[in-house]
C-alpha cells in the first residue's frame, strides 16, 4: 500500500456507508481581523472536539450574508456532512430546516427567535446587565451604552439587559445616550463621539470590533479612562491588556462554546430523540 502511494476513497466509503463523519461549520468572516478572532476561536473548540470522536470538520464563511448563507448549506450539504453548525446572518431561520433535511443542526453565538434547534451562546442578557448593576452600586447612574444591530439575537440581549438593569436601579433609559448598528469600527468611533458630547460617567461597548472605534476616539480627544469616564467592553481581546490604564471587559467562553456545541451536535447524531440541549 505505501509502495503504491494508495489513499483511501473517503467519497465512495462514505456511499457505501451512509456516514461522512464530516460536520459543516458555518460562520460570518469579516474584514476585521479582531471580530474575526471570536469565531475562529469558536471553530478551534468544535475541531478539537470533533476530532476527539473522530470527526472532520468543514468549515465555510457566509460574509454576514443571507444569500451567501443559503448558497454555503447547499455546498455543505453536498458533501454528505452529519450535522451542521451555524452563526445565522438572520432571526430567520426557516431556510436551515428547509435545506438540511434530517440531519442535526446547532446554532452559535446567535439564536433565532422562537426557534427550537440546540445551542451553545452565551448569557448575554445576564452579562451585560451585571456591569449595569456593579457600575450603578460603584456610584455611577449617566450609563451610556453602544452595542451592536439588535436584529441579531446577540445585539437585541445585549441591549436589554443595559435596559433592565437600568430599570431594577430605577434609572430611566436616555435615548441620548444608546446607540446600536451594525457593527464596525468606524461606527463604534462616530457613536462614541455623539455620547461622549452628553457626558456620560460610564460608557459600556457591547461589541469589541466598535469597542476599537470608541477607543480611536477617546485616544483623539484626549480623554483619560477612568479619570474622565468609566469604560466597559465587551471580549477580551489580547489588545486591551496593553490600553493604560486598562478597560473592564467582559470576557466569553469562546473555545467552551464551540467544545460544547460539537459535543450537542455528536450526541444528537447518535441519539436523534434527545431533548433540545442549550
Not at 473517503?10 to 460570518?28: C, D, E, H, T, W
Not at 450574508?65 to 453548525?85: A, W
Not at 453602544?146 to 439587559?161: A, C, Q, W
Request: hydrophobic content about 35%; some cysteine; overall charge negative.
Amino acid at each position: 500500500v505505501h509502495k503504491l502511494g494508495y489513499r483511501p476513497n473517503l467519497v465512495a466509503r462514505s456511499l457505501r456507508q451512509q456516514k461522512s463523519k464530516v460536520i459543516g461549520v458555518i460562520v460570518p468572516i469579516f474584514q476585521d481581523e479582531n471580530n474575526n478572532l471570536f469565531f475562529m476561536k469558536v471553530s478551534q473548540g468544535i475541531e478539537k472536539t470533533l476530532k476527539k470522536y473522530g470527526y472532520s470538520m468543514l468549515l465555510s464563511n457566509s460574509n454576514e450574508d443571507i444569500v451567501d448563507e443559503k448558497k454555503q448549506i447547499e455546498i455543505l450539504m453536498s458533501q454528505m456532512i452529519e450535522g451542521l453548525i451555524v452563526a445565522p446572518c438572520l432571526e430567520e431561520y426557516n431556510h436551515f430546516l428547509k435545506n438540511v433535511g434530517n440531519i442535526p443542526i446547532g446554532f452559535i453565538d446567535r439564536l433565532p427567535e422562537n426557534c427550537e434547534v440546540d445551542c451553545a451562546l452565551s448569557d448575554n442578557y445576564d452579562a451585560i446587565k451585571s456591569v449595569v448593576n456593579d457600575m450603578v452600586s460603584k456610584g455611577y447612574d449617566k450609563i451610556a451604552y453602544i452595542g451592536g444591530d439588535v436584529f441579531l439575537s446577540t445585539g437585541k440581549d445585549r441591549y436589554k439587559g443595559y435596559v433592565d438593569g437600568l430599570v431594577e436601579n430605577g434609572i430611566v433609559e436616555d435615548p441620548d445616550l444608546v446607540r446600536y448598528a451594525v457593527s464596525d469600527r468606524e461606527t463604534g468611533r462616530r457613536f462614541a463621539e455623539e455620547i461622549i458630547n452628553k457626558r456620560p460617567q460610564c460608557l459600556i461597548v457591547g461589541c469589541n470590533t466598535m469597542l476599537m472605534g470608541v477607543m480611536d476616539f477617546l485616544s483623539e480627544s484626549e480623554i483619560c479612562v477612568p479619570k474622565d469616564m468609566k469604560l466597559v467592553g465587551f471580549d477580551d481581546r489580547s489588545w486591551t491588556q496593553f490600553t493604560r490604564p486598562s478597560i473592564t471587559v467582559n470576557r466569553q467562553p469562546e473555545s467552551e462554546i464551540g467544545e460544547s456545541i460539537a459535543e450537542i451536535i455528536i450526541r444528537r447524531i447518535e441519539d436523534p430523540a434527545l431533548p433540545r440541549q442549550v
